[in-house]
């Protein structure tokens, strides 16, 4: 099985173009979303590291974010109990998957949690900031202060570039993306 994690910039489009390979993806995203709404055990170890944020299952967003704007150690406390959860998914979603003949990964803190296998393809995301900025101040809960801090883990551009095997040019058009994949699956299969 080859796994194709798809790396790039908070808003750059990791999870459209993983949505148009074809092949089987593991969100994280979606996966934190929810552990937030179904899984009991992270609400309560939450509630344990982050009393005075966390009251209600299941989790409320609001919570998280007041938490992580509240003190820049209160992301890591997150991160590090939501990581462990996700491992075990993502775990289970490549045993699930294990005879596909390609998986992807769109995990936002890839290669800064370390997930990935040295055998692992890595797809850089290739953006105009401008229109990343422009495109993640249109969503429905923007809040700077967030991004702030959420870009404050995460790699450079420059870094997860150096990092990655292939580049896709992401203009957020189907043809550009679909052409990008078909010259980068020519090249891995």
């Known amino acids: 099985m080859i796994k194709i994690g798809i790396v790039g910039d908070i808003g750059s489009g990791k999870s459209y173009v993983s949505e148009n390979f074809g092949y089987p993806v593991f969100n994280a995203d979606y996966e934190v979303s929810k552990l937030y709404q179904q899984n009991k055990n992270v609400f309560n170890n939450l509630k344990k590291k982050l009393p005075k944020y966390i009251h209600s299952f299941p989790i409320n967003k609001i919570e998280i974010t ?13 991160i590090k109990i939501v990581h462990t959860e996700i491992t075990k998914k993502m775990n289970l979603f490549l045993k699930k998957n ?3 003949k390609i998986v992807i990964l769109d995990i ?3 290669l800064e949690n370390k997930i990935n296998n040295k055998e692992d393809k890595l797809i850089n995301k290739k953006n105009k900031k401008s ?6 101040k249109k969503r429905k809960n923007f809040n ?8 404050a883990i995460q790699y450079s551009a420059t870094y997860k570039k150096t990092k990655s ?3 896709i040019k992401n203009n957020f058009t189907k043809k550009s993306v679909k052409n990008g994949i078909k010259g980068i699956l020519r090249k891995i299969r």
């Open 98 to 100: 294990k005879n596909s």
């Open 108 to 110: 936002p803190l890839l």
């Open 66 to 78: 007041n938490a992580i704007l509240a003190n820049k150690n209160n992301l890591n406390k997150i």
């Open 131 to 136: 229109f990343i900025i422009k495109k993640i």
């Open 144 to 151: 700077q202060k967030l991004l702030k801090k959420f870009k």
């Open 165 to 167: 095997h292939y580049i």
